[in-house]
Structure formats: C-alpha cells, structure tokens
C-alpha cells in the first residue's frame, strides 16, 4: 500500500480530531434509528470520552441532535425517523403476528410507523376475499381519519401531533370525518383511554377500520389495525373480543421489540 494515500499518514494538514468526528457523522447519517453513545463507540473505534466531545461540539453547532433518551441522530433532510426503531425491525417483530391476524379474521391487516412530519404504510396482509379493504405500502396515513394514525398521534406530544395533523391537514376524506380541532382532541382523549382506535367510515365510506398502538421504551412509535368493509364489520362481543385481540397483539409486538 502506498503511505501518501493513506489518510494521515504522512500528511500534516490531515487533521485525526476532524476525521473521527466525520466517522461519526457519517455513521449517524446512515441510519434510521437513533444511536447511544456506547454503540456509537463500538461501531466507529473511538473511546467513549473522545466520541461524547465531538457527539457534543456537533450537538452545540447543530450538525445533530440528541433525543430525551440520550441517543444521537443526524440532523437535516436526511433524517426522517424518529422512532427508536428501524422499520426493518418492526417488521421483523410485527409479521408473525400480523399473519396471525389475518388467518383469524381473513381481512387486511396494516402496520404504520410513526416518522419525523408523517405516518407511513410499512407492511400491509391483504384479506384474502375478493372484496375487501386495501392499503398500501408507503402510503402515508391521516393522523385525523385513519386507526393507525388516530392510535399513534393521540399517544404523542402536543408540539408532535400538531406537526403530524399540519403536516396531512385535517381535511374531509368523507362525511364522517372529524374536521375541527376540539373534537379530534376529544377523540385522541377516548383513545388514549381505551386503548384502541377506530376509523368509522372516516377515510373511506365503505370500511371500517380499528387499530392499537404499539410501543417501544414507553414511546408509541408504530400501530397496528384491522380493516374491514362496512357490511363483515362483527357485532357485540364477536367485536369485543377482536379488538382484545388486537391489543394484545400490539403487545406482543412490543414485548418483541424489546428482546
């Protein structure tokens, strides 16, 4: 190997402080989830002491930004994640059960993943009826008209629902759709009471749809639901014990994110 084209070898302009500190940032650039300082460590070579100055002389200057769990993400278009979960790995944990779901019930079962200004359509088991409610992967979810919008935004701050809910807009997708901001505050209310979501003709007319929200570290990053058309939606307890089941299967995926 040539010496002269090995960075700092024989270079005095070569600065080590300045490449660690681009090591760094680049790793953080190239992921979607957000990093602690140990794994950020392990993964760049640099000690945690030198690695916490640069994370935090980057962090002051605004090249990155530190989250309420101490982990470090970079900041800029590039990010678009907030959760603390990579969508790979929510679909990792989440199918088995999905396909669960769905051999149950034999109607279109969705998985949403809550992002930096939106909700997005990661993973979607179509009902295997020939009429049947469809979704789409990368579809991109009304936080004010949809179950898995509903049941991940109402669990969020203020500043993050208002961000989501700006973000789609409130507009009417129907006659059913909540389009006032009293009543979706009231709805998100019910919701975070309860523990489940309901789309009640409101994104589409002929289909109802329920969702339950699934979390990580305490944090609701993600949900899951259950779409029907409106004549096989089930009655009475039938219902009652669908949605337990779908809470219970938001669970497991949570507890399945946590090993």
Same mark, same amino acid.
């Given at each position: 190997m040539?010496?002269?084209?090995?960075?700092? %070898?024989?270079?005095?302009?070569? %600065?080590?402080?300045?490449?660690?500190?681009?090591?760094?940032?680049?790793?953080?650039?190239?992921? @979607?989830?957000?990093? +602690?300082?140990s794994?950020?460590s392990?993964?760049?070579?640099?000690?945690?002491?030198?690695?916490?100055?640069?994370?935090? #002389?980057?962090?002051? #200057? +605004?090249?990155?930004?530190?989250?309420?769990?101490? @982990?470090?993400?970079?900041?800029?278009?590039?990010?678009?994640?907030?959760?603390?979960? /990579?969508?790979?790995?929510?679909?990792?944990?989440?199918?088995?059960?999905?396909?669960?779901?769905?051999?149950?019930? /034999?109607?279109t079962?969705?998985? +949403?993943?809550?992002?930096?200004?939106?909700?997005?359509?990661?993973?979607?088991?179509?009902?295997?009826?020939?009429?049947?409610?469809?979704?789409?992967? +990368?579809?991109?979810?009304?936080?004010?008209?949809?179950?898995?919008?509903?049941?991940?935004?109402?669990?969020?701050?203020?500043?993050?629902?208002?961000?989501?809910?700006n973000?789609?807009?409130?507009?009417?997708?129907?006659?059913? #759709?909540?389009?006032?901001?009293?009543?979706?505050?009231?709805?998100?209310?019910?919701?975070?009471?309860?523990?489940?979501s309901?789309?009640?003709?409101? %994104?589409?007319?002929?289909?109802?749809?329920?969702?339950?929200?699934?979390?990580?570290?305490?944090?609701?990053?993600?949900?899951?639901?259950? %779409?029907?058309?409106v004549?096989?939606?089930?009655?009475?307890?039938?219902?009652?014990?669908?949605?337990?089941?779908?809470?219970?299967?938001?669970? #497991?995926?949570?507890?399945?994110?946590?090993?």
């Amino acid at each position: 190997m040539n010496k002269k084209n090995t960075p700092g %070898s024989e270079d005095r302009y070569f %600065s080590r402080a300045v490449n660690s500190a681009l090591r760094i940032l680049d790793l953080l650039k190239g992921e @979607r989830v957000a990093l +602690g300082l140990s794994e950020i460590s392990r993964r760049t070579g640099i000690n945690k002491s030198s690695a916490f100055r640069f994370l935090y #002389t980057m962090e002051v #200057t +605004g090249h990155i930004i530190r989250d309420e769990n101490g @982990r470090y993400s970079a900041s800029g278009p590039g990010l678009d994640y907030v959760a603390l979960v /990579s969508a790979e790995k929510l679909i990792k944990a989440a199918l088995p059960h999905m396909k669960g779901l769905r051999s149950r019930y /034999s109607e279109t079962v969705s998985l +949403g993943i809550l992002l930096k200004n939106h909700i997005e359509a990661i993973k979607v088991l179509e009902s295997p009826k020939l009429i049947r409610m469809s979704n789409r992967v +990368g579809a991109i979810i009304p936080p004010h008209a949809s179950s898995m919008g509903k049941a991940i935004t109402a669990f969020q701050d203020d500043e993050l629902q208002e961000r989501l809910i700006n973000g789609y807009g409130m507009m009417r997708l129907t006659d059913k #759709t909540i389009t006032d901001d009293a009543s979706l505050m009231q709805e998100y209310s019910a919701i975070r009471k309860r523990g489940w979501s309901q789309d009640n003709r409101e %994104s589409a007319l002929e289909g109802q749809c329920f969702g339950a929200p699934i979390r990580f570290e305490e944090k609701v990053i993600a949900a899951v639901s259950i %779409s029907f058309p409106v004549y096989r939606v089930l009655k009475g307890e039938p219902l009652r014990l669908m949605i337990a089941d779908l809470r219970k299967t938001a669970e #497991t995926i949570s507890r399945q994110l946590t090993r």
